[in-house]
C-alpha cells in the first residue's frame, strides 16, 4: 500500500441545503484485489447501503460501502433534474481538482415512477443515488480505495480518523481473507408470475399495434424464485458474473433488498464530452454448433420483425443525441452482438456533447429507449402500465454512476432481479411489433431469463 495522500477540506460549502457540511476525502493506492472480496468485506458493517459497478470491457470497477451522502427522491415528477441539480451543487463545494480520484455518485432510476402498481419494490425510491463513504475503483490495472465524509459535525477528525481504521481493516480483509467458494444456491420452487395474463396482453398489444394506436410496445413478465433461507449479494453476484463475463455487472442494496443483474445494454455512457450509446433490441438464440449459430445471426439479420424492432431504437436514440449533440455517426446497418445465450441486432451511436448538455440529460431524454418502452414513448408507457400489470420497479432502468466532470456511464438494468428475503424476482421482456405472436415472444423471454435462472439455480429442464 502506498502513502495515504489528499487530506483535505472544501471548507464551508455555499448552498443552503449543505450550509454546515464539510467534505473529508482521502484515497489510497492498493494493491489489486478482488471487487467481489471487498463487497463481502462490507457485509457486517455496510450491509444494506452496498454496491457495485463493472463496465462490459472490465476496465473499470466500483464498489461502494456505507453511504456519504445519498440522493433520494419519491417524487415523480423532475426526478432526473433533482439528482442533476443535486449533484452539481455537491461537486461545486467538495471537488478538489487535484485529486486523482474523485467522487463518484452512484445509482439509478425506476422504471416508471407513475406505476402505482403495489410491488415487491418496497425500499427502492423513484432516484436511489449515494456517494459511497469507502470507495474502491479499479481502473485498468490501478486499484484505488476512497474514503469520503460529508458531515456536519465538528469533530470530524476523530471520525475521520475511525474511517481510515475501519479502511485499512477492510481492505486486509478483502486482500487476505480466504477466497469464498461460492456455491450455486438451489431454488426450492419457481413460479411464472401471472403466465396467462401476459400471453394474452401480448395478443391484444399487438391488435392495438395493428390498429395503429402505437407502433412498438415493450411487454414484460417475471418470475419468482423461493429458497429456504434469504441468498447472499455477494454469491448472486459471483454466480451471475460467472455466466454473462461480457456484460455490464451491477448490484445496489436498499436496505434488505438486492437488486443486481448482468446487462448487455449501454444506455449511454460520456467520457470527456464524447457520448456513446448503443441501440440494442431483436434477438434470437445461439446456435448448437457453430454452422447453425452463423445461420442463425444472419436470420436475424435478414428477418422484417427483428429489424423493425431494432429500427424504432436507432430512431429515436439518434433523434435524442440529434438534441444533444454534435458529429453523431449511426451506422446505416445493424451488427450482430453475441452472448452467451442470445444473439442481439445492434448500433452504436456516438457523438459530441453539445454546450450546455450532459450525461443526465441525455439519461434523462433516452430512458426508456423503445428497446424497454416503446413508440411513442408515452403512448407505450400508458400502454406497459395498463396491460403488463406489475411494477417494473427498477428493472430495464437507468443504473449508473455519474462524477465530478460529467464523465459516467448508464446501464439498462435487464437480465436482471431482484432479492428480497427469500425469494428472488426475475425479470425479462420483449418488444412487441404489428407481427409478435405471445408464443414466439414467451420463448424470447425463456432465453432472456436463462442466465439469471442458471446463476440462482432455478433452472428448469430442457425448455429453459
Ligand atoms: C426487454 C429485454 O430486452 C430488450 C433488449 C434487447 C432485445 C430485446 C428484444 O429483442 O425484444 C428487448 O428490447 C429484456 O431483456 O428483458
Ligand atoms: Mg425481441
Known amino acids: 500500500m502506498m502513502n495515504p495522500q489528499q487530506y483535505s477540506s472544501a471548507g464551508k460549502l455555499k448552498d443552503t441545503r449543505y450550509m454546515a457540511y464539510q467534505f473529508f476525502t482521502e484515497t489510497i493506492e492498493v494493491s489489486r484485489m478482488s471487487a467481489l472480496a471487498f463487497f463481502e468485506a462490507g457485509e457486517g458493517l455496510f450491509k444494506g447501503k452496498r454496491m457495485f459497478w463493472q463496465n462490459r470491457e472490465k476496465t473499470f470497477t466500483l464498489v461502494g460501502l456505507g453511504h456519504a451522502h445519498v440522493m433520494s427522491t419519491p417524487n415523480s415528477h423532475g426526478r432526473f433534474e433533482e439528482v442533476k441539480r443535486e449533484w452539481q451543487s455537491l461537486c461545486r463545494q467538495i471537488v478538489n481538482e487535484e485529486h486523482e480520484v474523485q467522487p463518484i455518485l452512484f445509482g439509478g432510476f425506476s422504471f416508471d415512477p407513475l406505476n402505482n402498481t403495489q410491488s415487491v419494490w418496497t425500499n427502492f425510491p423513484q432516484a436511489y443515488f449515494a456517494v459511497p463513504t469507502f470507495q474502491l475503483t479499479i481502473q485498468d490495472d490501478r486499484a484505488y480505495v476512497s474514503i469520503h465524509l460529508i458531515t456536519k459535525d465538528d469533530h470530524s477528525f476523530n471520525e475521520f480518523d475511525a474511517l481510515r481504521k475501519e479502511r485499512d481493516r477492510l481492505i486486509h480483509s478483502a486482500q487476505v481473507s480466504e477466497l469464498k467458494r461460492y456455491g450455486k444456491p438451489v431454488a426450492v420452487k419457481l413460479t411464472e408470475i401471472k403466465k396467462e395474463r401476459y400471453l ?54 436498499a436496505q434488505n433488498q438486492f437488486f443486481f443483474g448482468a446487462s448487455p445494454e449501454r444506455l449511454v455512457k460520456v467520457k470527456d464530452r464524447q457520448a ?76 459530441e456533447l453539445a454546450q450546455g448538455s450532459t450525461l443526465l440529460d441525455l439519461v434523462k431524454d433516452l430512458h426508456p429507449t423503445p428497446a424497454l418502452g416503446g413508440e411513442p414513448k408515452q403512448e407505450a408507457m400508458s400502454l406497459i402500465r395498463q396491460y403488463e400489470t406489475m411494477n417494473r420497479g427498477f428493472y430495464a432502468a437507468p443504473i449508473g454512476w455519474i462524477d465530478a466532470k460529467g464523465n459516467g456511464e448508464f446501464a439498462v438494468a435487464i437480465r436482471s432481479a431482484l432479492l428480497s428475503g427469500k425469494e428472488a424476482y426475475l425479470y425479462a421482456g420483449g418488444g412487441i411489433v404489428e407481427d409478435s405472436s405471445p408464443e414466439s415472444e414467451y420463448a424470447e423471454t425463456w432465453v432472456k431469463f436463462r442466465p439469471m435462472l442458471r446463476a440462482l439455480g432455478g433452472q428448469l429442464s430442457d425448455e429453459s
Open 200 to 253: 394474452e396482453s401480448i395478443g391484444q398489444v399487438t391488435e392495438i399495434i395493428k390498429a395503429k394506436q402505437a407502433e412498438k410496445v415493450v411487454i414484460a413478465r417475471a418470475l419468482k424464485l423461493q429458497y429456504d433461507k434469504p441468498l447472499s449479494p455477494a454469491a448472486a453476484l459471483y454466480q451471475i458474473s460467472e455466466e454473462q463475463p461480457e456484460s455490464f455487472l451491477f448490484g445496489m442494496e
Open 276 to 351: 456513446l450509446s448503443t441501440c440494442l433490441a431483436g434477438s434470437i438464440p445461439r446456435g448448437k454448433t457453430a454452422e447453425q449459430d452463423a445461420k442463425l445471426g444472419e436470420e436475424l439479420l435478414q428477418d422484417k420483425k427483428n429489424r423493425s424492432e431494432h429500427q424504432y431504437v436507432v430512431k429515436m436514440i439518434s433523434k435524442v443525441f440529434n438534441e444533444h449533440s454534435t458529429n453523431i455517426i449511426v451506422p446505416k446497418m445493424p451488427k450482430l452482438m453475441k452472448i452467451r445465450d442470445i444473439q442481439h441486432l445492434y448500433t452504436p451511436v456516438e457523438g
